[in-house]
């Protein structure tokens, strides 16, 4: 049974900063790219930031210059440090990762329970 257990969430004022965590715990043979998504009330979710393997980045254009998503592989573990939050970041964030459990098996995709993330004064 994989797991994957996010963390940090919280209630920040605009121009604050938070630090979100996920955790992935389980059998697991290799993690391939992780990331984090978000859902806001009303809206669609969508991708935040993903890292790979061998750590590429990639953002949405909103978050560009104000995220940065980093992993560390030996603890199977993704952050996202986000500063100089704005109301509209307001959302549940979503861990995702791409990964395969037993070296024989495809890659599946798994997902956090989400933690609910309100930027407002």
């Known amino acids: 049974q994989v797991q994957l257990v996010e963390s940090g969430g919280g209630l920040v004022q605009p121009g604050g900063s938070l630090r979100l965590s996920c955790a992935a715990s389980g059998s697991i043979f290799r993690i391939n790219d992780m990331g984090w998504y978000r859902q806001g009330p009303g809206k669609q979710r969508e991708l935040v930031a993903v890292?790979?393997?061998?750590?590429?980045?990639n953002y949405v254009d909103s978050v560009k210059g104000r995220f940065t998503i980093s992993r560390d592989n030996a603890k199977k573990k993704v952050y996202l440090q986000m500063n100089s939050l704005k109301p509209e970041d307001t959302a549940v964030y979503y861990c995702?990762?791409?990964?395969?459990?037993?070296?024989?098996?495809?890659?599946?995709?798994?997902w956090g329970q989400g933690t609910q993330v309100t930027v407002s004064s």
């Open positions: 890292i790979t393997w061998g750590e590429d980045t």
């Open positions: 995702n990762a791409n990964l395969v459990r037993y070296y024989f098996e495809n890659e599946r995709a798994y």
